[in-house]
């Protein structure tokens, strides 16, 4: 089980971080920022960072405005 913004999400095995955010359909958004156990973890390295059981993630999407 791991948590994405407080959500919970049942994965059976250990992935990287950019296969899950493509399983949600989260990868094709652009200006997103992602942090695992408070953690922010740099685009470039969401293809490596495996994600393990119970971790948690937050993803931020920003916004336009004024």
Same mark, same amino acid.
């Given at each position: 089980?791991?948590? #994405? &913004?407080?959500?919970?999400? %049942?994965?059976? @095995? ?5 296969t ?15 942090? #695992? &156990?408070?953690?922010?973890? %740099?685009?470039? @390295? ?12 937050i ?8």
């Open positions: 089980m791991i948590y #994405i &913004n407080d959500e919970e999400y %049942p994965f059976a @095995e250990e992935k990287s971080l950019e899950i955010l493509l399983q949600l359909n989260i990868y094709a958004s652009t200006g997103i920022a992602v942090a #695992i &156990n408070n953690v922010v973890i %740099p685009k470039i @390295e969401w293809n490596n960072y495996l994600i393990n059981d119970n971790d948690e993630i993803i931020i999407k920003a916004t336009q405005g004024g």
